[in-house]
T-cell receptor, first 108, second 112 residues
Framework: GIQVEQSPPDLILQEGANSTLRCNFSDSVNNLQWFHQNPWGQLINLFYIPSGTKQNGRLSATTVATERYSLLYISSSQTTDSGVYFCAVDPGNNDMRFGAGTRLTVKP | DTAVSQTPKYLVTQMGNDKSIKCEQNLGHDTMYWYKQDSKKFLKIMFSYNNKELIINETVPNRFSPKSPDKAHLNLHINSLELGDSAVYFC???????????FGQGTRLTVV
């Protein structure tokens, strides 16, 4: 099956710093999404981004499908950004696979 | 209105028991999933359904049986619970093709 690798596994930032999270995948995909799991365990859909670039406030994401990677940018990080960020891909058969996640800690 | 709702939120039970987790979505989505999240936060797909039809059935013990009475509901029944079944189970739904999936709040299952 398709392999999804996320980096870095852990990231500690000071409030106000910027960061880039990466997701590499091993095969062509129809669908790529980024999720944030907050400290209470809730999984929030951030972006549906099979290709191109999208922005939502301080977050933006870029997927280069031909090179099989996606990036999530967080600018001016806040303590509420803490949690685990997951990338999930689907090759097109309702088989949505997750990476192992990046655990982000933002310190005040 | 909660888009994807799971019940119960917490479930503590003894080894050997049978239990069910219910999931309902009011988004009109065609596809529903069950995921298991282990203690290291890894999310592993268990099942996916599209319009009540089973699409993905990962290498899950056959003690786990999903049931989809209609496309808005996907329940998970677990027989003969084992200690290793302790985890958080998430239900999710999406439009066809897996676009923009939405997750329930999770069910924390503890087998003692």
């Amino acid at each position: 099956g398709i392999q999804v690798e996320q980096s870095p596994p852990d990231l500690i930032l000071q409030e106000g710093a910027n960061s880039t999270l990466r997701c590499n995948f091993s095969d062509s995909v129809n669908n790529l999404q980024w999720f944030h799991q907050n400290p209470w365990g809730q999984l929030i859909n951030l972006f549906y981004i099979p290709s191109g670039t999208k922005q939502n406030g301080r977050l933006s994401a870029t997927t280069v499908a031909t090179e099989r990677y996606s990036l999530l940018y967080i600018s001016s990080s806040q303590t509420t950004d803490s949690g685990v960020y997951f990338c999930a891909v689907d090759p097109g058969n309702n088989d949505m696979r997750f990476g192992a996640g990046t655990r982000l800690t933002v310190k005040p | 209105d909660t888009a994807v709702s799971q019940t119960p939120k917490y479930l503590v039970t003894q080894m050997g028991n049978d239990k069910s987790i219910k999931c309902e979505q009011n988004l009109g989505h065609d596809t529903m999933y069950w995921y298991k999240q282990d203690s290291k936060k890894f999310l592993k797909i268990m099942f996916s359904y599209n319009n009540k039809e089973l699409i993905i059935n990962e290498t899950v013990p056959n003690r786990f049986s999903p049931k989809s009475p209609d496309k808005a509901h996907l329940n998970l029944h677990i027989n003969s619970l084992e200690l290793g079944d302790s985890a958080v189970y998430f239900c999710a739904s999406s439009t066809i093709g897996g676009r923009r999936a939405f997750f329930g709040q999770g069910t924390r299952l503890t087998v003692v």
